[in-house]
């Protein structure tokens, strides 16, 4: 079976761009989170959806948005890139247990 | 929110030794993952282990709820295991809190 999976691995943008990143969860995972990790730190929680609502927000600007799909796929935005935004953006997917499991991540270096 | 501490926060070993690190937490969890991340950033699962004692291969774990601290045991060291080892914990709510990671390198 797939694991979690996302794309862009790589990327890279510009300041006041925009950017988005997309994420596919374990089959049958309903539950999608994302988090940030900026280099030398511990990720940093940003959204986590389940069944396409919201569910939890980080401590992040509204610059970043998240939405998830009907096929429990999802996607984070985030709008006016600063130098600050460039990280490894993670993705997970949360299993019956409750348990996370994480996809490769994709990490955006902003110019 | 839950203050999550790792130690050592760097770990020099030789090829075959052994070592133990420590997570302690500040509050009740009903979730602690530890995690290795490998050179390439991605988080692999090595326990999901809210409390009790679970072994994988050369790897073991035990998390004392009571005491809010867990422990992972790292036997016959290999340079494969080096990497960045993360405790990371959900106290009730949906997110989960990481520590700030063990950083390990095994010297062949």
């Known amino acids: 079976d797939a694991g979690v999976t996302q794309s862009p691995t790589h990327l890279i943008k510009t300041r006041g761009q925009h950017v988005t990143l997309r994420c596919s969860p374990i089959s049958g995972h309903k539950s999608v989170s994302w988090y940030q990790q900026v280099l030398g730190q511990g990720p940093q929680f940003i959204f986590q959806?389940?069944?396409?609502?919201?569910?939890g927000r980080g401590n992040f600007p509204d610059r970043f948005s998240a939405r998830q799909f009907p096929n429990y796929s999802s996607e984070l935005n985030v709008n006016a890139l600063l130098l600050g935004d460039s990280a490894l953006y993670l993705c997970?997917?949360?299993?019956?247990?409750?348990?996370?499991?994480f996809g490769e991540g994709s990490r955006l270096t902003v110019l | 929110g839950i203050q999550v501490e790792q130690s050592p926060p760097d770990l020099i070993l030789q090829e075959g030794a052994n070592s133990t690190l420590r997570c302690n937490f500040s509050?009740?969890?009903?979730?602690l993952q530890w995690f290795h991340q490998n050179p390439w950033g991605q988080l692999i699962n090595l326990f999901y282990?809210?409390?009790g004692t679970k072994q994988n291969g050369r790897l073991s774990a035990t998390t004392v709820a009571t005491e809010r601290y867990s422990l992972l045991y790292i036997s016959s060291s290999q340079t494969t295991d080096s990497g960045v080892y993360f405790c990371a914990v959900r106290a009730g709510d949906y997110k989960l809190s990481f520590g700030a990671g063990t950083t390990v390198t095994v010297r062949a």
């Open positions: 997970a997917s949360t299993g019956p247990a409750g348990e996370l499991f």
């Open positions: 509050d009740s969890v009903n979730n």
């Open positions: 959806y389940y069944e396409k609502e919201e569910r």
């Open positions: 282990i809210p409390s």
